[in-house]
């Protein structure tokens, strides 16, 4: 098998552009890393724009809804993207359970995770409770353990990044998940999560500890799940030969991509590093790489 080919050259970029209509975009790790714009990802999207490319952004971070985070690329410049443009890990949560489950009116979601999942939830107007609740952000009490028992009304535990997950908030999910009808799911289940040029705990590392005490475990709606390239290929219905999935994470932006039967690009501004892929153990091989997203404009001027 031949390995990645890493693009370094103008006439590498002109030839790799020509294969793709599409781009199916990562976002921590690819076009920024926490709030700070990656080199070049600007002038780069908007060379694909000129040259009548289209553009998807796909993440895995559950923390921002859509609507949030057209908020964020316009702060960091990027004032084009539409919320159209954006597929995150909460849309599709909620569309699983809108589509596919057919949620009942009359039940709730216990939300482990950040208003980006309230937001997607209430998008499809479905009920939820838990999430950014300010009275679950403490620790335990005495009187807690008679209080939390299992509530009917609940249909389903949903986890995602939650940057205020606590002992409190995983009890009362466990309760639930005790409960066999009760859905477990989470939005992803990435392992880290990368921002500031470091690895911190990443949304699989929230619902572990509930994985581990129920002895289930969640069906993920991220990537690399089918069920979330289901969504995107319905939404936006590319010709994946045409389509290219730009990933910093091999487990799961290139694995997606490859699974989706589209063409993969990976870059070493995140989770995983050059040795990663050049590994002859490595299980996931993207077919083309690069050092940096900025690296397609750059090389090109
Ligand atoms: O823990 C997480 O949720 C992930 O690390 C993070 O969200 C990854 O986001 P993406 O790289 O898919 O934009
Ligand atoms: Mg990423």
Not at 28 to 33: L, M, P, T
């Given at each position: 098998m031949t390995g990645p080919v890493k693009i370094t050259s103008k006439a590498e970029v002109e030839e790799f552009l020509s294969k793709y209509d599409n781009f199916l975009f990562d976002c921590?790790?690819?076009?920024?890393?926490g709030d700070v714009l990656l080199p070049h990802v600007k002038e780069t999207l908007s060379l694909l724009r000129e040259k009548g490319k289209k553009l998807i952004f796909v993440t895995n971070n559950s923390t921002k809804s859509r609507k949030a985070y057209t908020k964020k690329f316009s702060k960091l410049g990027l004032d084009e993207v539409t919320p159209e443009e954006i597929f995150g890990s909460a849309y599709s949560a909620a569309v699983y359970l809108k589509k596919v489950v057919k949620f009942p009116a009359d039940k709730k979601v216990l939300v482990l995770g950040e208003s980006g999942i309230e937001e997607e939830l209430a998008s499809e107007g479905i009920q939820f409770v838990g999430g950014t609740d300010p009275s679950l952000r403490r620790d335990i009490g005495p009187e807690d353990y008679d209080a939390i028992v299992p509530d009917p009304s609940i249909g389903c535990v949903l986890s995602g990044l939650d940057l205020h997950i606590n002992y409190l908030k995983l009890s009362i999910a466990l309760i639930n998940l005790q409960v066999p009808e009760t859905l477990f799911l989470a939005t992803n289940i990435d392992s880290t999560y990368p921002t500031h040029g470091k690895l911190f705990p990443g949304a699989g590392t929230m619902c572990a500890p509930l994985v581990l005490a129920s002895k289930r475990q969640p069906i993920s709606l991220g990537k690399p799940s089918k069920a979330m390239m289901d969504c995107v290929k319905a939404k936006f219905e590319f010709d994946p030969v045409r389509t290219c999935m730009v990933g910093d994470r091999l487990d799961t932006d290139i694995r997606f991509g490859q699974e989706g039967g589209l063409g993969t690009l990976f870059v070493l501004t995140g989770v995983n590093k050059e040795s990663d892929i050049l590994d002859e153990n490595a299980d996931v091989v993207p077919q083309q790489y690069m050092t940096k997203l900025g690296d397609i404009f750059e090389l090109l001027h």
């Open positions: 921590d790790g690819v076009i920024w890393q």
